[in-house]
């Protein structure tokens, strides 16, 4: 049974950076496109961005430009990282097979506030 686990989140001023990581057991991520969602309060979760298993990567339109995703196989590992941070940006981040989802980790609380 994979297990996904997220870990970076904080709070963080407009403007700010962060970079989430996604550590997978159980499964190796290598060979899958993985993505990084995003739930923010009273909203669905979205995927905002991913990344295939030829590293080709996709993005959300309320991303692109601010937010890059990238994977590190040999650590079994995804990453997200975040610039230019906007309010907006503020929800639990959680990443995920694309294809066929695993079940959810606990994701990582990111708050974007002055």
């Known amino acids: 049974q994979v297990q996904l686990v997220e870990s970076g989140g904080g709070l963080v001023q407009p403007g700010g950076s962060l970079r989430l990581s996604c550590a997978a057991s159980g499964s190796t991520l290598s060979g899958y496109t993985m993505g990084w969602y995003r739930q923010g309060p009273g909203n669905q979760r979205e995927l905002v961005a991913r990344?295939?298993?030829?590293?080709?990567?996709n993005y959300a339109d309320s991303v692109k430009g601010r937010f890059t995703i990238s994977r590190d196989n040999a650590k079994n590992t995804v990453y997200l990282q975040m610039n230019s941070l906007k309010p907006e940006d503020t929800a639990v981040y959680y990443c995920?097979?694309?294809?066929?989802?695993?079940?959810w980790g606990q994701g990582t609380q990111v708050t974007v506030s002055s």
């Open positions: 995920n097979f694309v294809t066929y989802l695993r079940p």
């Open positions: 990344i295939s298993s030829g590293d080709s990567t």
